[in-house]
């Protein structure tokens, strides 16, 4: 299973929990995993995260609050995400191995959490520091050895660059599919082991109906890049 | 008041809340402001934010998500937190400005939320990348127009940097005091406008009569300096 989606409420559209449950409930089978980000966790509260991962019937649940903070203060955010039955936790590669992610790595071991790290993301403001350190960032993700990395879908050459570098088993997830420009089947196509799709599935009238099409439009485009 | 004081809860030291409104209340009148992180927030949720908030009694109240995020995710964030009470945000100036900090600021200023920028950290992991963007940093802190900037204050060679090419309305705040190693008073005196101190304070067993050392070693500090 190729597919993850964001569940990021819509903002108007009633109760978060409410409205992520339905998609979830939706989409039961059909996915990898669901990513929830602060916005959801901020209304609906680490007991909202509770409700949903009881509901999931196998899918992952990660949990992209994009930590970035001293190893302290994210280990400490992290096993408060694993007691709610968060299996995922995205972090930030620009804060550093020492003292940093070194520390979020081993809780997240100690918590048995796969730990995912932002290497790069895909919106302009990224182009003015984030691309430039594109070599360091790649270089703390090998060091700290996550479960996987974060690169967008829409700069598939960062993924191509990436999976020569990067040992098998770590998993690059690639947002940016959909709403944000690049076709489902491109980031894998590029190396890609995941792609996150939010908006195009999460608003659409028939979510299931959607995704089924995303997983289909997937197949077909590593069938032409195979 | 040259004084904000971090309410990081110590682990296994009974609820959050309780343990943070009476910090807030023994300090009363003493401190500029307090920040609140991602462990309080996960644990107490946005209805202990709102309890907080409540009890400040013209104190500030800092929500140190480090947001590091597109604009969008950043802005819903801190529309939720500014419904909660919440005076000022912090967020991290790598992201950029381009459909990150440029909404971001915007979605403050129609909020009448103070915006924070984080533009170097003081843990070991920041030198790995963080530090050799400063440049980069600084300016886009100077484009997205904050209301201050965060630097540490085991580096005041940064602070000097910073504070001659900020506008004077530019606040600097500074963590890194006590348990980190910097001296209160130190970055006072490289152009810092507040010094943020945590658990030297909060972990004290007196913590009005540590915060009241702490005014007085910085007044020292600034006469020795000045």
Not at 61 to 68: E, T, V, Y
Not at 77 to 82: G, N
Not at 180 to 194: F, K, N, R, S, V
Request: some cysteine; glycine content about 10%.
């Amino acid at each position: 299973m190729t597919l993850i989606v964001a569940l990021d409420p819509p903002v108007g559209l009633g109760d978060p929990l409410t409205w992520a449950l339905g998609i979830v409930d939706s989409l039961h089978g059909v996915v990898r995993g669901f990513k929830i980000g602060l916005p959801f966790i901020l209304s609906a509260g680490i007991k909202g995260v509770e409700r949903l991962s009881e509901r999931l019937g196998g899918a992952m649940l990660i949990a992209d609050l994009k930590l970035a903070d001293i190893g302290y203060v994210m280990s400490i955010s992290a096993k408060l995400l694993a007691d709610a039955g968060v299996d995922a936790v995205i972090a930030h590669a620009f804060v550093g191995y020492k003292d940093a992610l070194e520390d979020l790595k081993k809780m997240c071991d100690d918590l048995g959490v796969k730990l995912v790290l932002v290497v790069a993301m895909s919106h302009r403001g990224a182009s003015e520091v984030m691309w430039k350190a594109y070599g360091d960032l790649l270089e703390i993700a090998l060091k700290v050895a996550p479960w996987g990395i974060v690169l967008p879908a829409t700069n598939t050459d960062l993924i191509r660059m990436a999976r020569k570098r990067l040992r098998e088993n770590m998993r690059i997830l690639s947002p940016g599919i959909g709403v944000q420009g690049a076709t489902p089947g491109e980031a894998l196509c590029a190396g890609a082991d995941y792609e996150i799709v939010g908006r195009l599935i999460t608003l659409s009238r028939n979510p299931y109906q959607k995704a089924i099409e995303v997983l289909e439009m997937q197949k077909e485009m590593m069938r032409l890049c195979s």
